[in-house]
């Protein structure tokens, strides 16, 4: 097999480059290649400084994910990289697209770094459960100090090639079409320059005042993990050993990592994440239709949301309402969450202005003509929307795609009011829907390929990830929930608390328990409107007008900063329905809660795949991770069942009475896996 890397000799100056597709990832073939070409360098005495430099899309963008948990093979990372440290003549490395991970730690061995102004660097193995693991948390800090090191390391978010100058960990921004050009003469430049630079020489200087100040600023969002704090550990050992010893610690703390569950996590849901992508029977090179202008029905919370993702993107949207007042208001509100936005710095000053340039707000759906995809976003009511589809089958010009935002609604149901339900599609999004990065495209019994694979390119574009999904009542994401609410209900009755079943899914790493999340959406959604008919507690906490947080009561208490309190009203509540329905309270334990609620919630998992309404088990985990905040160093529904044992969880199951899955069963007595 040839090699990925070869050679080129440009005078005195050797030449070594990667062309490893798609991302240059450190594969062995890649490393064992490296090693070679810095040989054949060293040994040669006409050449005086070498630069690597990678074809393709990007620098060496990790080492390669797929090898891990394998036997080793050739030469590993580290030996490559200690040659590159230890070489007698000098490599510069020439950056573009992205080095990351191991990519930024080959970079960081060699002894000059050059990239174009595009180019990103980072370490961003914490999202993978990982940390940089070839000497990235030793070198790094003794080039950028422990403050910007930490950052790097334990957040992981990469820096463009300016930055990464400011703090000294690029040597100079070259052209960004002349990188070889401008590397070859930069390495001309300092070939002669003794002592060769060496990062493991150099020294970082502790900065404790700067870690604590880290804990603080960071201390929620890396709650539940473990990568982030070995990560704080191996930058604080560089400040304080030797570069050796630092390296062994380093390594201890990566196996550590490696070896455990959160990053076979991390590293399903990165694969897991780009596999939703694909769609079995649909090919990735479907032409797909042109989308340039969108129009959106219903200027309410999800109409402005959806909205804002394609205006952010610079796709123009008309926004479709029935009094001007709504629509005043819906616009007033997107308005709003920009110039928020633009405060905090997160979107550049003209942002604002040039988002709501785009927005063609209207209250006539006959300006919805020119649009390449109509989302209807209107109220979950089949007749209103059966209503809408008409009207738009009239309105809409031929190719234009007609989605619904629908939660729950039959996408079929609602496609046969048209004469084209070949270019009808669901796109539920999930609120808030410019922040959430959920789309569940549901995928109608007639929907044509290329609308499918027009909205899968779509959703990348405004940044989302999109899992497709069959007709089912609630899709992926809501189906599985209902199993959960009914049970946290029961469980209520039985004698659990609110907050004991809450506590139990936050304690997991979920953002909020099934109360807390009744509360913030409205207690009232889909109640009857009867306060005489109290069938449920739910239907009392309604009738009370214990709405959830907008009234400041639901299942807790709420003070005006919507902190929550336990609601001794809603302990009566429950109660008295006990006592009515003739039930004993007893001692609920946090085991069984799991039990009863997350357990059922796999079992409804492992019935949409039997019933093909999801691709496959991955595309339910990216359903719950991106939809509903589950941990991700849980790795989703799915595989979590399978980190706790499927055997468990059907006699879990079983015990409490529930009916599993077939398929479940069987993966279970196979010592199979959900495929
Ligand atoms: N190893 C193996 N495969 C990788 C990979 C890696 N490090 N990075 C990306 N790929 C694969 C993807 O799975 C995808 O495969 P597919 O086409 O079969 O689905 C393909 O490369 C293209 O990836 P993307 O679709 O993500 O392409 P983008 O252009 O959108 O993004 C990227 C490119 C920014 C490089 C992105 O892929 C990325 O973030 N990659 C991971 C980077 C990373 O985490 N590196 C650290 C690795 S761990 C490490 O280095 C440990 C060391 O410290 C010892």
């Known amino acids: 097999m040839t090699s990925p890397v070869r050679t080129e000799r440009h005078g005195d100056i050797l030449v070594i480059i990667s062309d490893s597709p798609p991302v240059n990832a450190l594969g062995a073939a890649v490393r064992d290649g490296l090693e070679a070409g810095v040989k054949e360098g060293v040994a040669d005495a006409s050449i005086a400084a070498m630069v690597l430099r990678c074809d393709g899309r990007t620098f060496f963008a990790g080492a390669d994910i797929t090898e891990f948990g394998k036997p080793p093979k050739g030469a590993s990372l580290h030996e490559a990289i200690d040659m590159m440290d230890a070489s007698p003549k000098p490599i510069v490395a020439a950056i573009h697209g992205t080095a990351l991970g191991g990519g930024c730690e080959v970079a960081l061995a060699c002894h000059y770094r050059v990239a174009v102004p595009s180019a990103k660097l980072g370490l961003p193995e914490v999202k993978l459960g990982l940390l940089p693991g070839a000497g990235g948390t030793q070198r790094l800090p003794r080039v950028v100090g422990v403050k910007a090191a930490l950052e790097m390391i334990a957040i992981g978010d990469p820096i463009p090639a300016q930055k990464a100058a400011d ?204 649009c390449d995809l109509i989302i209807e976003a209107v109220y979950e009511n089949m007749d209103v929307k059966k209503d809408i589809f008409t009207k738009l089958d009239a309105i809409a010009k031929p190719g234009a795609i007609l989605a619904s935002n629908t939660s729950y609604l039959d996408i079929d149901a609602i496609a046969t009011v048209t004469k084209r339900p070949e270019d009808v599609v669901g796109m539920h999004f999930f609120s808030p829907a410019n922040v959430m990065k959920l789309l569940e495209v549901v995928r109608g019994e007639k929907t044509a390929k290329d609308v499918l694979a027009t909205v899968m390119d779509l959703a990348k574009k ?128 946090d085991q069984e809660i799991v039990e009863r609620t997350l357990y059922p919630m796999v079992n409804e998992g492992a019935l949409i795949l039997e019933e093909g309404k999801a691709q496959r088990a991955s595309d339910i985990d990216v359903v719950w991770i991106y939809g509903y905040g589950w941990p991700v160093y849980r790795g989703g529904p799915m595989f979590w069942a399978q980190t706790e044992g499927l055997p468990k969880v059907v006699a879990g199951l079983e015990k409490h009475g529930f009916k599993v899955a077939q398929s479940l069963k069987t993966a279970a007595d196979t010592g199979g896996s959900f495929k």
Not at 294 to 321: K, P
Not at 538 to 547: F, K, N, P, T, V
Request: glycine share 10%; net charge neutral.
């Open 167 to 370: 703090v000294g960990l690029v040597d100079k921004v070259v052209g960004e079409g002349s990188l070889e050009a401008d590397a070859i003469a930069f390495a001309r430049e300092i070939a002669a320059a003794r002592p060769i630079p060496r990062v493991r020489d150099k020294a970082a200087a502790p900065d404790p005042d700067a870690v604590e100040a880290f804990r603080k600023a960071n201390g929620r969002k890396m709650r539940g993990f473990d990568a982030p704090e070995a990560c704080i550990a191996c930058v604080v050992a560089a400040s304080e050993k030797p570069f050796e010893e630092g390296m062994t610690f380093e390594r201890e703390q990566f196996m550590k990592l490696m070896t455990g569950t959160q990053s076979a996590a991390q590293r399903h849901i990165f694969f897991a994440e780009r596999q939703a992508a694909k769609i079995d029977d649909v090919d990735p090179k479907t032409p797909l239709r042109p989308i340039n202008r969108v129009g959106v029905i219903g200027a309410g919370t999800m109409g402005g949301g959806i909205s804002m993702n394609f205006l952010s993107a610079g796709i123009a949207v008309t926004i479709v309402e029935m009094q001007q007042e709504a629509l005043d208001r819906g616009t007033g509100v997107m308005r709003k969450n920009y110039e928020a936005s633009a405060a905090k710095g997160r979107i550049k000053p003209d942002a604002p202005e040039k988002a709501m340039g785009l927005l063609k707000p209207t209250l006539n759906l006959d300006d919805l003509a020119d």
């Open 462 to 589: 405004i940044r989302k990830v999109a899992v497709v999904a069959g007709v089912c009542h609630g899709f992926i994401g809501n189906r599985m929930l209902a199993p959960r609410q009914l049970e946290a209900n029961k469980l209520l009755m039985e004698g659990a608390t609110p907050q004991q079943i809450d506590k139990v899914h936050t304690d997991f790493g979920m953002p909020m328990g099934p109360f807390q999340m009744a509360d913030l959406a409205g207690v009232d959604i889909g109640w009857h409107r009867d306060p005489s008919r109290i069938e449920s507690i739910r239907d009392a906490l309604a009738a009370e007008g214990r709405w959830g947080q907008k009234k400041g009561a639901g299942f807790y208490d709420y003070d005006e900063k919507r902190n929550p309190t336990p609601s001794p009203r809603v302990a009566e509540i429950i109660e008295d329905f006990r006592s009515r329905s003739n039930m004993q309270k007893r001692e609920i334990t």
